[in-house]
């Protein structure tokens, strides 16, 4: 039971490069999130996906894409990437039961330098 | 929209002492959840709270559900140099809403 596996873990790209971010989930959960973690700004949400075959814009979705390929899939793509995306990335998947339990779980992370 | 907030931004302590950290909103959360973060690290689960009033530990580690259901408190006690990391709060609304976050505080301990 791995949890929340996130490839790659560091990566440098080029201003105008493409690239996408790999999240997957072994727990079954139904829902799984994007954030961006910046000095000083706490974690954003980019994208989440409530179920599978949904997906939604967070606080800061521009010049992203995802899409969440089966239930345990979550990619987040970008397609032209800017400096201003160099930040820490983080996947994560929501368990929610039925008597009230409600927790999040995090990836490992993702270090991107956009140059 | 939902704004959580922790202060200070850093904290220093010497080893030994303990600590505690709170988290407060304008909003009512159904759920506060209680994370720490390593360096280099993805933040990672310490204490789930689900009910107004609640006080849940793990280990030395002891979290409290505010009554009016708009705080949360986290208290770390005879710290530890690898008590070290960011400490985040988050709350979330409802079945259906998606989890805020504070923006997070900094723990250094001292030797």
């Known amino acids: 039971n791995a949890g929340v596996t996130q490839t790659p873990k560091f990566q440098v790209l080029k201003t105008g490069q493409s690239m996408t971010l790999q999240c997957a989930q072994d727990m079954n959960h139904n829902s799984m999130y994007w954030y961006r973690q910046d000095p000083g700004m706490g974690l954003r949400l980019i994208y989440y996906?409530?179920?599978?075959?949904?997906?939604d814009k967070g606080e800061v979705p521009n010049g992203y894409n995802v899409s969440r390929l089966n239930k345990r899939e979550f990619s987040l793509r970008l397609e032209s990437a800017a400096p201003s995306q160099t930040s820490v990335y983080f996947c994560?998947?929501?368990?929610?039961?039925?008597?009230?339990?409600?927790?999040?779980?995090f990836g490992p992370g993702t270090r991107l330098t956009v140059l | 929209g939902q704004q959580l907030n922790q202060s200070p931004q850093s904290m220093f302590i010497q080893e030994g002492e303990d600590v505690s950290m709170n988290c407060t909103s304008s909003s009512i959360f159904n759920t506060w959840l209680w994370y720490k973060q390593d360096p280099g690290e993805g933040p990672v689960l310490l204490i789930a709270l689900y009910k107004a009033g609640e006080l849940t530990s793990n280990g030395r580690l002891t979290a409290q559900f505010g009554i009016t259901r708009k705080d949360s408190f986290l208290n770390i006690s005879a710290s530890i140099p690898s008590d070290v990391g960011i400490y985040f709060c988050a709350g979330q609304g409802g079945a259906n809403s998606k989890l805020t976050f504070g923006k997070g505080i900094t723990l250094s301990v001292r030797p």
């Open positions: 994560a998947s929501r368990y929610t039961s039925g008597w009230g339990v409600d927790t999040q779980y």
């Open positions: 996906s409530a179920s599978e075959g949904t997906t």
